[in-house]
């Protein structure tokens, strides 16, 4: 298996324009994560999917963020408008069942000008 | 709320040291507890699973235990090739699914 797929991988961009992150799952899990990084914070879960549906988004930051996912192979984290406070490598983890172990992809390096 | 603190912050090692890497957690009642490897640039990689006190797992150099408290990653003789930001992470009780992670320990292990 090709493991999570995340893309891109860095992506640089100025404040207020839209960036929209994407991920593929591993096939058959089906429980969805996403999670940003930064030095001063650490890992955080910001929403979480189960077979598609968004179970707990309250650690989505505020209404610029938003996460869809149409089906069980693709999910996207969009930000829109963008701010320098966001810059921070964004991950998305699988699993299936929901318990248990997950597995990260590769994460999205975000730079905001 | 679910806490996960996590010591020393970093910890260089020369070559064959052995050491311990500790994760002290806060749960209402525990699922499991995670442990997780990351490289720069790369995204976290799942090392072991403990699910109750007395538990432990080892894969090479590396032996996890885990008691109510606190968890403990023994590294034994380690090689250049360990140094790793390694994570802790619990998963509590109930319906949630979501990992609390702490802010990991910085390995260097020093030829």
């Known amino acids: 298996d090709a493991g999570v797929i995340q893309s891109p991988r860095h992506e640089v961009t100025e404040m207020g324009q839209e960036v929209t992150l994407r991920c593929k799952p591993i096939s058959g899990h089906d429980y969805l994560f996403w999670y940003r990084q930064t030095m001063m914070r650490g890992l955080e879960l910001l929403i979480y999917f189960n077979n598609n549906v968004p179970i707990d988004d309250s650690g989505m930051p505020e209404d610029r963020f938003s996460a869809k996912m149409p089906n069980a192979s693709f999910s996207t984290l969009k930000i829109q408008p963008s701010e320098p406070r966001d810059s921070a490598v964004y991950f998305c983890?699988?699993?299936?069942?929901?318990?248990?172990?997950?597995?990260f992809g590769p994460g999205t390096r975000l730079t905001v000008l | 709320e679910d806490q996960v603190t996590q010591s020393p912050e970093a910890l260089r090692l020369q070559e064959g040291e052995s050491s311990s890497l500790n994760c002290s957690y806060t749960?209402?009642?525990?699922?499991?507890l995670f442990w997780y490897r990351q490289d720069p640039g790369k995204g976290p990689e799942f090392l072991f699973t403990l699910y109750s006190a007395g538990e432990e797992k080892e894969k090479e150099r590396l032996k996890a235990t885990l008691t109510k408290k606190e968890s403990f990653l023994h590294i034994t003789a380690p090689k250049p090739e360990d140094s790793a930001t390694y994570l802790c992470?619990?998963?509590?009780?109930?319906?949630?699914?979501?990992?609390?992670f702490g802010s990991g320990t910085q390995l260097t292990v020093l030829p």
């Open positions: 749960v209402s009642g525990l699922r499991g």
């Open positions: 992470a619990v998963q509590a009780t109930g319906s949630a699914r979501q990992l609390t």
């Open positions: 983890a699988s699993t299936e069942g929901g318990f248990g172990s997950q597995y």
